[in-house]
């Protein structure tokens, strides 16, 4: 077969076969097809679309490319979340451990920062001595004695995903339903999860912008998981303002701990406990324990410490703190009724919090604080953001993107926090 007849195809509308999209991926996958290529055949992808018969074979293709772990003999009942990307979005870390000390098991494979939105492993790896890579052996040693796993695809898993995941980080090609689904699909079902709850962000700071869109790759992806066995249900979740007040790696890890101390941002205890009690009743566990009772009895933040532990982190260890701080100030009083979440991501990404190229190292204490959100009252002269980076010259960039991502007193919409849910 040909890739540039594939390339050609794919950029004048053609569908794709079963036995090209079958060949691509599994080329790709061993490196013999460029990069170039494959970034030229994603972006026709992004302009074209994909068929659900495309779109479903493209996931297969990706799930094939490597193994599919089975923990069907566990003494607990596995389920899992996914998050299509958004800002300052770390629910999963509460989320995970919450879920564990309720009774289920979570096998969570997860990704890097991917454009202006964070990743859970990066926002992992700034707590010191933590791995995300395991073997599949390991995962499900740290899955069965912890009840919860958080960690990087292994190379044996969905390696097709991992190759183009990093490709269209840094092509332009990441805002695609197909991809999209494609890529989350592919990872949940070879990490073996029977049941899967997809949080589906909707807004600036999301990848899908509206609702429509966003209901559409729900539906793309609960068809793809209920298609594989997997039972799957997805919230429409917003992501028009950041998820809490801190946005960054390490930053985002202690936002975690303060949700999982029983405190922390409304918005993340209540995305969390509704989340998890959605993971728990698709895992058919309606006697679970209340994940909410888990966050404030303890248990979550027992099973969290336990998590970190076996991934070689020190849960006491202090967190990095980036080298230089600036505080950016409220230009006058009232309400602050917009905080736009793509802004902000931008923000904490020139910070240093994500990467400009695949191979770059994200900065573990780069970010912003945010000292309101939509609805509070500032007063002028307050701080609104303090940004942090290690690298002063990155603090004049973000502070221009972050010049008009607020209005004070204007009449700014909000999304609920949870849209609706597909099942
Ligand atoms: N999360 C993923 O795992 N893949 C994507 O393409 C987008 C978000």
């Known amino acids: 077969m040909d890739v540039i007849d594939i390339i050609v195809t794919k950029r004048d509308g053609g569908e794709l076969t079963p036995g090209q999209i079958d060949w691509v991926i599994d080329a790709y996958t061993h490196g013999a097809i460029a990069e170039e290529q494959m970034a030229a055949l994603n972006m026709a992808i992004v302009w074209r679309g994909m068929t659900r018969a495309e779109v479903s074979r493209w996931t297969e293709a990706m799930l094939c490319s490597g193994e599919r772990l089975d923990f069907t003999d566990l003494p607990r009942s596995t389920t899992d979340k996914h998050s299509t990307g958004g800002v300052g979005d770390k629910i999963t870390l509460p989320l995970t451990p919450t879920v564990a000390a309720c009774g289920a098991a979570v096998p969570q494979l997860s990704g890097r920062g991917l454009g202006h939105t964070g990743g859970t492993l990066d926002k992992l790896e700034s707590i010191p001595g933590w791995r995300a890579e395991l073997s599949p052996v390991e995962m499900r ?77 729900a539906r793309t992806m609960v068809d793809i998981g209920t298609d594989n066995g997997v039972r799957t249900v997805a919230l429409l979740t917003a992501m028009d303002t950041p998820l809490g007040k801190q946005i960054g790696n390490a930053l985002e890890v202690a936002e975690a701990l303060e949700v999982l101390s029983g405190g922390g941002p409304e918005d993340i205890v209540e995305l969390t406990v509704r989340l998890a009690r959605e993971m728990l009743a698709a895992a058919d566990l309606p006697d679970a324990k209340d994940p909410g009772e888990a966050l404030r009895d303890g248990s979550a933040m027992d099973a969290w410490r336990r998590m970190v532990r076996a991934q070689g982190g020190d849960p006491d260890a202090p967190l990095p703190v980036a080298a230089e ?15 736009d979440a793509y802004a902000v991501g931008m923000a904490a990404w020139r910070l240093g919090a994500g990467r400009a190229r695949k191979e770059d190292r994200v900065s573990a204490g780069a970010g912003v604080t945010l000292h309101a959100k939509p609805g509070e009252q500032v007063r002028v002269g307050q701080p609104l953001f303090t940004l942090h980076t290690d690298d002063p010259d990155r603090f004049e960039r973000a502070a221009e993107t972050l010049a008009d991502a607020f209005d004070i007193n204007g009449d700014g919409e909000r999304l609920p926090l949870v849209i609706d849910r597909i099942c």
Do not use: N
């Open 325 to 339: 701080q600036r505080e950016i100030l409220a230009p006058t009083s009232g309400t602050l009724t917009r905080l």
């Open 141 to 217: 040693r740290t899955l069965t004695e912890v009840g919860g796993v958080i960690c990087a695809a292994g190379t044996g898993l969905a390696p097709a995903d991992r190759k183009l995941y990093a490709l269209r980080d840094v092509t332009g090609t990441v805002e695609s339903i197909p991809l999209i689904a494609s890529s989350i699909m592919s990872k949940k079902l070879a990490e073996g999860t029977g049941a899967l709850v997809l949080d589906v962000k909707v807004g600036s700071g999301a990848f899908m912008k509206d609702t429509a869109s966003a209901r559409e790759l």
